[in-house]
């Protein structure tokens, strides 16, 4: 079996693998490593979420790190500060046997300043995300002319978010003769126009099947009408008593708001975004880290960088606008050798978006009915009965007050007593499911159709849907529209809906408060995209039901082309409040929470 000397790496970095437990390298690194070590040509690397990306470009750099230079030899540019941090700390630990040796971790959010600081005292290694990294080289704080390795980490996501402009300036800067060393879990077309932009040959390697999802991985779907999602989503976590998971919001604010309602029905949950400062995201990450939650809600960019192994499920609460996130986000469970799930609760005519992504991770969706009450009580009553007969019975201390509960259960035998402690613990979630409906939407698997209580097709009413006269013969897309949206500076952080581009003209959506606001940027300045005059017109919501295409207008020129599914945020493209105990937990009045005392449902 390959060890990491066989790699040609130095017994300082062998010496702190061991410390931290790393035996053999993975599939990724075998290759990687040597590869970097041994050769100069640019490389171009896939490997799925979990399988030891980081050391896989960092180790061999920092073989090669000439420690008595004060220079920056590398820069390492990750999508979320998130992500960053745990680069940066994954770096310290491999290095630390290696006297001398600095890393600097730079990002939005904190203090740049002391960023500042740590550049001055000479860092062999930055890891920052474009925009801080950008903010640094304007401000000459940071210098990359003297860089031979230049990492793209996530470099998906990085495009995903709009960073494409960054990345040209952070390129201008660097010498032409560096190694560049790009690392993706998935290779839409955008990450192979990177490579084709920014690398020189590069050599490819690849762990797995690209794009495909981990052998270690079950996909299921749930279907159920847009009313009955949270619903679902609950039932979910309480058939699984011991669960573990993530789940996935598409937008920040659907992200606090599933946070919020899960607190309030007493589960152990918190919410991970972008609007949240640093030290409220530490928090709840530390939090999930010693498993005080079971359930972390999240937008994907936040989810980006988390380092856990034993998620028992990822949920997606909705499906992810890029299909490629579904890999990401399935990728956090079924780690280190053990098996996950991945759920996705979809309504009825959102079951077409499964087929692309069957295609991409190489499985098949199962169809699963949504638990019904009593599947749940069953197993919430096995799993308090597993406790009870697994339980540490201290009787050196408990022995004085045994002759008074004898006495005070005198006359219960042991099937009366059985079924008194049972409904103690148990009234209340028996109760709150004694009645429970199906959750399940027959009608709407077979017709593909979301419908509310009045059978008129449901609409978002809170987003403005506008008319733009670009398409993809403009060479538009969702990233550039969005950041063509961003540049008219409408409003910080407004939230964008669904996007739609067709072949000479498009549609998108937005917050309905800056609806006039959008109308008027874009008529008082002289935009332009791609050398054609821009126009944007307010437009009527499209109806649901077939076609789809065009709203309030109608073209004979397009057909088709859907891009984007819910919301986005426009401003801060990166990645949250409350706490609470659920099964399994339960809050104590400092706001901390338990993981000793069994709780039920409090609230429907």
């Known amino acids: 079996m390959t060890t990491f000397k066989d790699l040609g790496l130095n017994d300082n970095i062998i010496k702190a693998l061991t410390d931290l437990g790393y035996e053999n390298p993975t599939q990724i690194q075998e290759k990687a490593i040597p590869q970097v070590i041994a050769s100069k040509d640019d490389l171009k690397a896939f490997a799925q979420t979990g399988t030891g990306k980081t050391a896989a470009f960092s180790l061999p750099i920092l073989e090669q790190i000439d420690v008595d230079s004060s220079d920056t030899q590398a820069i390492i540019l990750s999508p979320t500060r998130e992500l960053a941090l745990q680069i940066g700390k994954n770096i310290e630990e491999f290095a630390k046997y290696i006297k001398g040796f600095r890393v600097a971790v730079v990002y939005g959010g904190a203090n740049i300043d002391e960023q500042i600081r740590k550049l001055r005292k000479g860092a062999h290694i930055v890891v920052g995300t474009p925009g801080r990294t950008v903010d640094l080289i304007n401000r000459r704080q940071l210098k990359l002319s003297n860089v031979q390795w230049l990492v793209l980490d996530e470099a998906d996501e990085m495009l995903n978010m709009g960073f494409k402009d960054e990345l040209d300036k952070i390129l201008a800067v660097t010498p032409d003769d560096k190694q560049t060393l790009l690392f993706s879990a998935t290779f839409p077309k955008e ?122 499920h990822v949920i997606n609460h909705k499906l992810p606008d890029q299909i490629e996130s579904y890999t990401h986000r399935s990728g956090r469970t079924g780690r280190a050798g053990k098996e996950g799930i991945s759920i996705a609760i979809v309504t009825g005519r959102e079951k077409g978006k499964l087929r692309p992504i069957e295609r991409i991770i190489g499985k098949k969706f199962v169809s699963t009915p949504v638990p019904t009450g009593k599947e749940i009580c069953q197993n919430q009553l096995l799993k308090l009965i597993d406790k009870v007969h697994d339980i540490k019975v201290n009787e050196t201390e408990m022995n004085e007050f045994l002759p008074s509960i004898y006495e005070k259960l005198e006359g219960l035998d042991r099937e009366e007593l059985i079924k008194r402690f049972v409904s103690m613990e148990f009234n209340t979630f028996l109760t709150y499911y004694e009645n429970a409906p199906d959750l399940n939407d027959s009608d709407q698997m077979r017709s593909g159709r979301d419908r509310d209580n009045r ?70 300045k002289d935009v332009s995209f791609e050398g054609r005059s821009v126009n944007v017109e307010i437009t009527e919501k499209k109806r649901s039901g077939r076609g789809g295409g065009g709203g309030g207008r109608r073209r004979n020129d397009d057909g088709g082309g859907r891009s984007g599914g819910g919301r986005r945020r426009s401003k801060d493209r990166k990645e949250g409040g409350g706490n609470t105990g659920g099964f399994g937990r339960k809050r104590s009045n400092s706001g901390d929470f338990s993981a000793k005392k069994s709780s039920t449902r409090r609230k429907g």
């Not at 990450?191 to 999802?213: D, F, H, L, Q, R």
């Not at 708001?257 to 029905?265: F, Q, S």
């Not at 006269?469 to 969005?482: Q, S």
């Open 191 to 312: 990450v192979e126009s990177i490579a084709k932009n920014y690398m020189s040959k590069p050599v490819e390697i690849t762990s797995g099947e690209k794009n495909k999802g981990s052998d270690q991985v079950s996909h299921q779907y749930y279907v159920v009408s847009e009313r009955n999602r949270y619903a679902a989503l609950k039932r979910i976590a309480d058939v699984n008593p011991d669960i573990y998971s993530i789940v996935f919001c598409r937008t920040r604010r659907e992200t606090q708001e599933v946070a919020d309602k899960l607190i309030k029905d007493g589960y152990s949950a918190d919410a991970l975004h972008g609007d949240l400062s640093q030290a409220q995201r530490d928090s709840v990450m530390q939090k999930f880290h010693k498993k005080h939650l079971q359930l972390l809600i999240a937008t994907d960019v936040a989810a980006r960088g988390l380092d856990v192994n034993d998620l028992t």
């Open 455 to 524: 059978g008129k097709s449901r609409d978002d009413e809170n987003m403005s849907r506008f008319f733009i006269n670009i398409g993809r013969k403009d060479k538009l897309n969702p990233a550039r529209l969005i950041g063509l949206i961003n540049d008219q500076q409408i409003a910080k952080n407004i939230e964008i809906g669904q996007i739609e581009i067709l072949d000479t003209f498009s549609f998108f959506e937005l917050d309905k408060n800056y609806t006039e606001d959008t109308i008027s940027s874009f008529q008082q």
